[in-house]
């Protein structure tokens, strides 16, 4: 068998590879989206505030959370180069 036959076999074999990995790695992420999708509850509550306001009623029983808001201060001078 020629050398040119022999590169020509083996490159159309590793395409073949790599698609076939290519399609065994997209059927796994597919599989793995439609367990996730499964174990979701149809009840599955959505949140009615936002995410502030839900950190805020987490911390409420504790007191509370205070923080001090540094002042704002004039930004900086850009870098000259060159």
């Given at each position: 068998?020629?050398?040119?036959d022999l590169q020509q076999q083996a490159?159309?074999?590793?395409?073949q590879l790599s698609t076939?990995?290519?399609k065994s790695a997209?059927?796994?992420?597919?599989?793995?989206?439609?367990?996730?999708?499964?174990n979701v509850s149809p009840d599955h509550?959505?949140?009615s505030q936002n995410?502030?306001?839900?950190?805020?009623e987490m911390f409420k029983p504790?007191?509370?959370?205070?923080?001090?808001?540094?002042?704002?201060e004039p930004a900086r001078e850009p870098p000259r180069f060159g």
């Amino acid at each position: 068998m020629r050398k040119t036959d022999l590169q020509q076999q083996a490159v159309k074999l590793i395409r073949q590879l790599s698609t076939e990995k290519l399609k065994s790695a997209v059927d796994y992420l597919v599989y793995l989206q439609d367990a996730e999708t499964r174990n979701v509850s149809p009840d599955h509550e959505v949140p009615s505030q936002n995410l502030g306001t839900a950190i805020h009623e987490m911390f409420k029983p504790f007191g509370g959370v205070e923080l001090e808001i540094p002042p704002r201060e004039p930004a900086r001078e850009p870098p000259r180069f060159g």
